[in-house]
């Protein structure tokens, strides 16, 4: 790979801390319908993009009829995802009129996506003010009656007077989770006018670069989930955001149904820090300074949520987080955080020993936490010769835990969502001799292999590595050439399995001397293969002993996205691949163990939980059974997770108190999260007890 390909790799896998990406902030002012009109630059910019994607993408454009219908199911699940504005004839009109879409974007004429937009602006309009009438009237919740909050599967309304049933049922609900979480009836009407308020508002700021982009979207990303494209403002933002990357919360955000969810932390960000937030958790409101009110954002666009958290250095912002374990109705934590730069350092490897493992008397495991794939480049490519890298941070702990004498190391790779390709390739060439790390195949089809190029190794002793579903890109690019070399056991559960590569182009390039701003397009433009020649791509890593908290199904990771790239493979490199035997045997004491720890069953009843909350679309609105239903979910998590806290001989605290002690919180948080570590440490030192009889029975023969 030439040194230009190189640099662009590094570029594109830097973990960059984008907290969302969407439209651009809201406006102070509506914009008239009159507006809502596609423009002549808009055109000029569709016929960039089909070229770009043509030539570039990784996977090839089929723009043809079929290829159009999807275009308008995206689109349309883009405006109105939970099926509650359009009609079923409305739909059917659209479909009709889409048949004709893949000619027009060949030409690039939009016209038909803002048709659907100015009526879906109609809708929502009609709707919000149908909201706004029940909440003068009431509720009664004595009766046996369900709402179906997830519409995504669900046929669409036929008529608007099912609509109307809908949305007297949306409402409902509404209040009834509100006065679950024990608020009186004028709060909660002052909380839900101003939510439906709300959402007719943004849908009146959107104007034509926010129509074009989510309609140019719906066409990118029916191709490939990570191909997306960027308005000028949205450009313009991005940049902003870029510039103030590293000061916020350090938290990716993502849109879910009507909520903001946590997608993961970031290393050192105040979110991780804190401990009180985890992926999954739903942001509902927000506030500024320590006493500022707390701003409701349920139904809010992505974007102006990410707003309202964003701020400069130092400032308090409070967060209204709805744990993803709590259900619909469960009770919210109002967490206090910082905004604060995420230096370096605070991503930096670090490691520790364990020594007290009941299975192993007198072991030593040395323990590296890696939650970050790092490289600082900018003091690289200023002549520091001592700029701060995973490996080499990771080296100088590998000879500091060599000097304690431990008898194995486990990388702890939990939640690290990738970053630089150097340094995965570089940090695998400290425990192998050399050799090739990962196969990149771009759009070409051309193949480059990244290889450790330097003879010998930091560490040549037992390892083991430990993954989770969050461990991603990079971070699968190094377990994926552990296994195939066999030189560690791979322990946890599946990996992301984001196996593709990203770049972003400014599509003004294309169109010399051009005297408007076109945007940019983030394009798919290559995917990583394993050495062994699958790809890591949607499959992600599959560990050799997998625990029993893997998630069931695909509604993980890259498997639950739409239109992602399949799994496939190609030739395999040339390498030398070492043997670990029959892993069977530690399988085997590994699940014997699990299955009389506290805090394993505390892990898998939490997940049985979550799974039960993912598979219901309906909810009763009777409160007697929400409150029972809610009960027996915070009984179960409850009195497991108190059962193994007392195991630890820690006095498990009470969640629901009005005074919760937030430091004593956090750390019962981290004493559950080394519970998958211990036994990663604990398979890892039956590992290196095994290989120690081994050689003491070949000494006698």
């Known amino acids: 790979m030439s040194n230009t390909s190189r640099l662009l790799f590094r570029l594109i896998l830097s973990t960059l801390l984008v907290i969302a990406s969407g439209c651009a902030g809201a406006r102070a002012q509506d914009v008239a319908v009159g507006e809502l009109q596609p423009q002549a630059r808009q055109e000029k910019t569709t016929q960039v993009i089909n070229k770009v994607l043509e030539r570039f993408h990784y996977r090839k454009v089929n723009l043809d009829d079929a290829f159009a219908d999807r275009i308008m199911t995206a689109y349309l699940k883009s405006l109105d995802a939970n099926r509650s504005f359009f009609t079923q004839g409305e739909v059917d009109r659209f479909e009709r009129e889409a048949r004709q879409l893949d000619d027009d974007l060949k030409r690039g004429k939009v016209e038909l996506g803002f048709e659907v937009f100015r009526l879906y602006r109609q809708r929502v309009e009609e709707r919000t003010a149908f909201a706004l009438a029940l909440l003068d009237q009431g509720f009664s919740f004595d009766q046996d009656e369900h709402y179906r909050f997830d519409r995504a599967k669900a046929a669409w309304p036929a008529t608007p007077v099912e609509l109307d049933q809908i949305w007297r049922q949306r409402v409902k609900n509404d209040w009834l989770g509100l006065k679950l979480a024990k608020k009186k009836d004028e709060e909660i009407r002052k909380v839900l006018r101003e939510r439906y308020e709300g959402l007719a508002k943004r849908v009146r700021q959107f104007d034509s670069d926010d129509i074009y982009q989510t309609f140019i979207n719906a066409y990118i990303e029916t191709l490939e989930p990570h191909t997306s494209y960027m308005s000028p403002s949205t450009a313009e933002n991005f940049d902003i955001s870029m510039r103030l990357s590293l000061e916020g919360?350090?938290?990716?955000?993502?849109?879910?149904?009507?909520?903001?969810?946590?997608?993961?932390?970031?290393?050192?960000?105040?979110?991780?820090?804190?401990?009180?937030?985890?992926?999954?958790?739903?942001?509902?409101?927000?506030?500024?300074?320590?006493?500022?009110?707390?701003?409701?954002?349920?139904?809010?666009?992505?974007?102006?949520?990410?707003?309202?958290?964003?701020?400069?250095?130092?400032?308090?912002?409070?967060?209204?987080?709805?744990?993803?374990?709590?259900?619909?109705?469960?009770?919210?934590?109002?967490?206090?955080?910082?905004?604060?730069?995420?230096?370096?350092?605070?991503?930096?490897?670090?490691?520790?020993?364990?020594?007290?493992?009941?299975?192993?008397?007198?072991?030593?495991?040395?323990?590296?936490?890696?939650?970050?794939?790092?490289?600082?480049?900018?003091?690289?490519?200023?002549?520091?010769?001592?700029?701060?890298?995973?490996?080499?941070?990771?080296?100088?702990?590998?000879?500091?835990?060599?000097?304690?004498?431990?008898?194995?190391?486990?990388?702890?790779?939990?939640?690290?969502?990738?970053?630089?390709?150097?340094?995965?390739?570089?940090?695998?060439?400290?425990?192998?001799?050399?050799?090739?790390?990962?196969?990149?195949?771009?759009?070409?089809?051309?193949?480059?292999?990244?290889?450790?190029?330097?003879?010998?190794?930091?560490?040549?002793?037992?390892?083991?590595?430990?993954?989770?579903?969050?461990?991603?890109?990079?971070?699968?690019?190094?377990?994926?050439?552990?296994?195939?070399?066999?030189?560690?056991?791979?322990?946890?559960?599946?990996?992301?399995?984001?196996?593709?590569?990203?770049?972003?182009?400014?599509?003004?390039?294309?169109?010399?001397?051009?005297?408007?701003?076109?945007?940019?397009?983030?394009?798919?433009?290559?995917?990583?293969?394993?050495?062994?020649?699958?790809?890591?791509?949607?499959?992600?890593?599959?560990?050799?002993?997998?625990?029993?908290?893997?998630?069931?199904?695909?509604?993980?990771?890259?498997?639950?996205?739409?239109?992602?790239?399949?799994?496939?493979?190609?030739?395999?490199?040339?390498?030398?691949?070492?043997?670990?035997?029959?892993?069977?045997?530690?399988?085997?004491?590994?699940?014997?163990?699990?299955?009389?720890?506290?805090?394993?069953?505390?892990?898998?009843?939490?997940?049985?939980?979550?799974?039960?909350?993912?598979?219901?679309?309906?909810?009763?609105?009777?409160?007697?059974?929400?409150?029972?239903q809610a009960d027996r979910r915070e009984k179960i998590l409850k009195d497991q997770r108190d059962a193994f806290l007392r195991a630890q001989g820690v006095t498990p605290l009470d969640e629901e108190a009005e005074d919760v002690d937030e430091e004593a919180l956090d750390a019962q948080q981290k004493i559950v999260d080394k519970i998958q570590m211990r036994e990663a440490a604990s398979i890892l030192a039956d590992a290196v007890r095994a290989e120690a009889q081994r050689v003491r029975e070949a000494n006698r023969n």
Do not use: C
């Open 249 to 628: 919360i350090g938290a990716v955000l993502k849109g879910e149904a009507d909520y903001t969810e946590v997608q993961r932390t970031i290393p050192g960000g105040p979110a991780r820090v804190s401990g009180l937030i985890h992926a999954g958790d739903r942001i509902v409101g927000v506030g500024q300074g320590q006493d500022g009110p707390i701003e409701d954002v349920v139904g809010w666009r992505l974007q102006d949520v990410v707003d309202k958290i964003r701020g400069p250095k130092d400032s308090v912002v409070r967060l209204q987080i709805l744990p993803k374990s709590a259900g619909p109705d469960g009770p919210t934590r109002e967490v206090t955080l910082v905004r604060n730069e995420i230096k370096l350092e605070d991503q930096a490897a670090k490691a520790y020993v364990v020594d007290d493992l009941p299975n192993a008397p007198g072991l030593r495991v040395g323990v590296l936490e890696v939650p970050g794939f790092y490289r600082d480049f900018r003091a690289e490519a200023d002549g520091d010769k001592n700029f701060r890298s995973t490996t080499r941070d990771v080296q100088n702990l590998i000879n500091d835990l060599k000097r304690q004498g431990v008898d194995g190391i486990l990388v702890d790779l939990r939640g690290n969502g990738g970053g630089s390709l150097t340094e995965a390739t570089d940090l695998t060439g400290l425990f192998i001799d050399q050799g090739p790390v990962v196969q990149v195949k771009d759009s070409f089809g051309k193949v480059d292999v990244e290889k450790d190029p330097a003879p010998g190794s930091a560490y040549t002793g037992p390892l083991a590595v430990l993954v989770d579903r969050n461990s991603a890109s990079a971070s699968e690019i190094f377990a994926a050439a552990m296994q195939d070399y066999g030189r560690a056991i791979v322990i946890g559960e599946p990996t992301f399995g984001k196996g593709t590569v990203q770049t972003l182009i400014d599509l003004n390039r294309y169109v010399p001397g051009n005297g408007e701003d076109l945007g940019r397009l983030r394009l798919t433009m290559a995917e990583f293969y394993r050495i062994s020649g699958g790809s890591t791509q949607l499959r992600g890593v599959e560990p050799d002993i997998l625990f029993p908290t893997a998630p069931q199904g695909a509604e993980h990771g890259e498997r639950s996205l739409e239109n992602a790239l399949p799994w496939n493979s190609i030739l395999p490199a040339k390498y030398d691949r070492n043997k670990l035997g029959d892993l069977s045997v530690f399988r085997e004491a590994s699940q014997k163990r699990i299955s009389a720890d506290e805090g394993f069953r505390m892990l898998t009843a939490r997940e049985r939980l979550l799974k039960e909350l993912d598979d219901e679309d309906t909810v009763s609105l009777k409160e007697a059974d929400r409150r029972v």
